[in-house]
């Protein structure tokens, strides 16, 4: 059993668990009704700490890798909620899956914020308007810094950062920074800045001796100038191999190619690829898995 359950969790059967998943304690994962057609899927190395709910009425759930729930957050399971990798959710924090929620990769959303995919109020009998399900997407990279809201029917585009508070009713573009209630743009506030391909490597080279200094059984080898770089594991006789444009490059069965242009790793799960991987994740660099 590769996954670290507490037993205080409830997890319905019906749920497929990948491997490595780290679930604390009161977790409840729950489908509930009778509809048969329901899917929940959560992929590996993931972290959902104590009394996080996962509430599932219909639709399919589908969960990535590397993602982090910190305490009581809510999951709503209804026409659709997918997650990507690498996400990380504060503490309290409301992903509604109602009218059909979508998050990309990478995607930082800061304790008591709420995602929302539906609207609900007064009787509908009675002409109220505030009745809806829109389906609310959220791109890769995207950071609500903290009890930020989002409404439904609302797209976020990629790296979009929402300051502390901010409510977004509309649209965002991408590359921006938004704040305010209706939230609206800062157009002289920008938090990115280009790097070249040298420098990742060189960046990566300085976290992998960091790395790497933690045991002897771990070495590093760079090739050439700078631009392949390997750490190699010889008691579980594994490597990691570094580099830019990964394609067509040969790989040992026990080999793992991070590909600094593409962003991408070909994933075995060893235990040096999820050693090391836990050490930069957070945020130093983010690659998303290939499946070999």
Same mark, same amino acid.
């Given at each position: 059993m590769t996954n670290i359950i507490d037993a205080s969790a409830e997890i319905d059967p019906r749920v497929r668990l990948g491997h490595f998943n780290k679930i604390g304690r009161n977790v409840q994962?729950?489908?509930?009704?009778? =509809? @048969?057609?329901?899917?929940?899927?959560?992929? #590996?190395?993931?972290?959902?700490?104590?009394?996080?709910? %996962?509430?599932?009425?219909?639709?399919?759930?589908?969960?990535? #890798?590397w993602n982090v729930f910190h305490n009581d957050v809510l999951l709503i399971g209804g026409k659709k909620l997918l997650i990507g990798h690498n996400c990380w959710f504060g503490q309290n924090t409301v992903l509604d899956g109602s009218?059909?929620? +979508?998050?990309?990769?990478?995607?930082?959303?800061?304790?008591?914020?709420?995602?929302?995919?539906?609207?609900?109020?007064?009787e509908l009998i009675e002409? /109220?308007? *505030?009745?809806?399900?829109?389906?609310?997407?959220?791109? =890769? =990279?995207?950071? %609500?810094?903290? @009890?930020c809201t989002v409404s439904s029917g609302v797209r976020i585009a !990629?790296? +979009?950062?929402? %300051?502390?508070?901010?409510?977004?009713?509309?649209?965002?573009?991408?590359? +921006?920074?938004?704040?305010? /209630?209706?939230?609206?743009?800062? $157009?002289?506030?920008c938090f990115y800045r280009d790097i070249a391909i040298h420098e990742k490597a060189r960046m990566i080279l300085e976290w992998v001796e960091e790395f790497a200094r933690r045991d002897a059984r771990y070495r590093v080898e760079v090739e050439g100038d700078g631009?392949?770089? !390997?750490?190699?594991d010889s008691e579980e006789n594994s490597t990691l191999v570094f580099g830019a444009n990964g394609e067509g490059v040969p790989l040992e069965s026990? $080999? +793992?190619?991070? =590909? %600094?242009?593409? !962003?991408?790793?070909t994933k075995r799960n060893t235990e040096l690829e999820r050693n090391f991987y836990r050490s930069i994740?957070?945020?130093?660099?983010?690659? *998303?898995?290939?499946?070999?």
């Open positions: 994962i729950r489908i509930v009704g009778a =509809d @048969s057609t329901v899917s929940v899927e959560i992929g #590996d190395n993931n972290i959902i700490n104590d009394s996080t709910r %996962l509430l599932v009425g219909s639709g399919n759930v589908l969960i990535g #890798d009218g059909e929620l +979508t998050l990309g990769n990478g995607v930082r959303v800061g304790m008591y914020s709420q995602i929302w995919s539906h609207v609900a109020s007064g002409g /109220c308007t *505030l009745f809806a399900f829109r389906p609310t997407v959220i791109e =890769d =990279d995207v950071w %609500l810094v903290g @009890s !990629k790296r +979009t950062i929402a %300051l502390s508070q901010s409510n977004i009713t509309k649209d965002t573009s991408p590359n +921006t920074v938004y704040a305010g /209630c209706p939230a609206v743009q800062k $157009e002289k506030f631009s392949r770089i !390997k750490l190699l026990a $080999e +793992t190619f991070f =590909d %600094l242009e593409r !962003k991408t790793y994740y957070g945020n130093r660099a983010r690659f *998303l898995p290939v499946h070999t």
